[in-house]
Structures are given as structure tokens and as C-alpha cells.
């Protein structure tokens, strides 16, 4: 099976975790493992690539995190929720996508 290089999916790490937020907050377990799962296992977010993100994505102002505890364990989770300038990025970076995908497309074989 054909996996996703690290380089080529580099640039929408912020897009794809955006896009898990935007309808509730999570924490990074979670998200690691949806990513894993809607990708059908084709793209597997590492710890730190994922950590990252979310240190880059917090002081750009596009999520924010809060600590919750879970009542479950009694174990301290991170939390992470986007922001109404996160929500802005991730539109913007759609439209990107849709751009580089135009682009690309134009020098991709369909049958090689």
C-alpha cells in the first residue's frame, strides 16, 4: 500500500487538525487516532509532528487548549478548540488546497 510522505502532507497538518476542532474541542490522543482512522490508515500523524502543530497553531491564535479532567481516571487532559481567527485559517487554507490540487492535477498521469 502507498502511504503519504511526512514532506508532502507537511503543509496541511494545521488544515487537517482544524478541521477535527471545528465542531468540538479534543485533545491530542484523539485526534491523533481520527486522523488515523478517516484516512483509512494511509497517513499517520507522529507525537511530535502533532504536538507541534498544536504549539505552532496556539501562538499563531488559531486554537487555544485548557486542561479538563477526566472524570472517568481522574487523569489531567490537554484540550485544544479553535478560534474564530483558526476558523478563518482553515477556510483560507481550503481555498488553498483547491488551488494546489488545480495546479497539480495538470501534471499528473491518470494512468502511468
Same mark, same amino acid.
Request: proline share 1%.
Given at each position: 500500500?502507498?502511504?503519504? &510522505?511526512?514532506?508532502?502532507?507537511?503543509?496541511?497538518?494545521d *488544515?487537517? $487538525?482544524?478541521?477535527?476542532?471545528?465542531?468540538?474541542?479534543?485533545?491530542?490522543?484523539? $485526534? &491523533?487516532?481520527?486522523?488515523?482512522?478517516?484516512?483509512?490508515?494511509?497517513?499517520?500523524?507522529?507525537? @511530535? @509532528?502533532?504536538?507541534?502543530?498544536? *504549539?505552532?497553531?496556539?501562538?499563531?491564535?488559531?486554537?487555544?487548549?485548557?486542561?479538563?479532567?477526566?472524570? &472517568?481516571?481522574?487523569?489531567?487532559?490537554t484540550?485544544?478548540?479553535? *478560534?474564530?481567527?483558526?476558523?478563518?485559517?482553515?477556510?483560507?487554507?481550503?481555498?488553498?488546497?483547491?488551488? *494546489?490540487?488545480?495546479?497539480?492535477?495538470?501534471?499528473?498521469?491518470?494512468? $502511468?
Amino acid at each position: 500500500m502507498v502511504s503519504i &510522505s511526512s514532506d508532502v502532507i507537511r503543509g496541511y497538518n494545521d *488544515t487537517i $487538525i482544524l478541521y477535527l476542532l471545528l465542531d468540538a474541542p479534543s485533545y491530542g490522543y484523539e $485526534i &491523533s487516532k481520527q486522523i488515523k482512522n478517516l484516512s483509512e490508515e494511509k497517513y499517520v500523524i507522529k507525537e @511530535t @509532528t502533532l504536538y507541534s502543530a498544536f *504549539t505552532r497553531m496556539e501562538k499563531n491564535g488559531y486554537i487555544e487548549s485548557f486542561n479538563d479532567e477526566d472524570m &472517568s481516571n481522574g487523569k489531567r487532559r490537554t484540550y485544544y478548540r479553535i *478560534t474564530e481567527a483558526g476558523r478563518q485559517y482553515y477556510k483560507d487554507k481550503c481555498a488553498e488546497w483547491k488551488l *494546489t490540487k488545480e495546479v497539480v492535477e495538470k501534471f499528473i498521469e491518470e494512468e $502511468i
